[in-house]
């Protein structure tokens, strides 16, 4: 059973056909197949979500499908049911999973006791939606309608600010993919979880990445300056320890002119204007936060697709 817990649950071999499926889901919006139709995709979210809500939903409906949106809390679940019990009753009624949750153990556990695809919609370790559909957005514009995932090949990400979290984590592992390069920067302290070192070095990626406390070192030939919240969803506790830390490291207008000058700004949203980036980058001619909104939908339409090729219940 194919999964989507990680970004390399695709091999470099699929990716092809994966970003053209995006691209042609995109071009042919409201026109194209629905190979989704009979199925009901279930929807089991932890946390918060304006994004990857609303597209998944849009696109499994787009796809043919019924999406059922289940707040962890109002599912036995949030009672107490045991994940596995979870896993087993609900791969007797619906055709895959999209979860959004606090530890990843949840959704591997959700993968492994159930019998139908389940896609990671976020966790405290990984967002590979978002990184996949980020990538996308970049072999769009760099791919010029020609070869999408080699048009990333060779370039440079900067990612700034909060280098342990899920988006952080989801980089390294996906421009390690993508044959791209990374360089993160962030205050000392906040680093990514052993978990985290431990799943780079399983996947052959250790060492697949660079750090510096210095963000000017960091966007150095960047062709990309990316960041994320400095409060991850879960975080709440640490607001202010991480608020001062992480200060030193706000996207500005002049950290952008350190960058390629033609870099690109990128967000996987919601943003706190006046923490991690200025108001000024958000809305300046280089952010393209927008257009990766949008693909979200794109790219998801097309995981959904390839995943639900496979039995169903
Ligand atoms: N970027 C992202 O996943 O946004 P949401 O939290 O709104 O889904
Ligand atoms: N790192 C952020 C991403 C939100 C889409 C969080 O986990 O809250």
Redesign the pocket.
Known sequence: MKHFLKETDFQPSELDTLFGLAREFKSNRGHHATPLAGQTWAMIFSKSSTRTRVSFEVGIHELGGNPMFLNRNDIQLGRGETIADTARVLSRFVHGLVVRTFDHAEVQQLADMGAIPVINA?TDLL?PC?IFSDAFTLAERWGRGGDLVGSLRGRKIAFIGDRG???ANSWILGANLLGMKISLAGPPGFDAAPEFDQLLVREGFSGGYEFTTDAAEAVRNADVVYT??WV??GKEEETAERIRVMSPFQVTPALMAAAKPDALFMH???AHAGQEVTQEVLDGPRSIIFDQAENRLHMQKAILATLAQQRGP
């Open positions: 976020l967002h978002q979290c899920n988006v994320d919240v991850s969803m996987c949203l919601p």
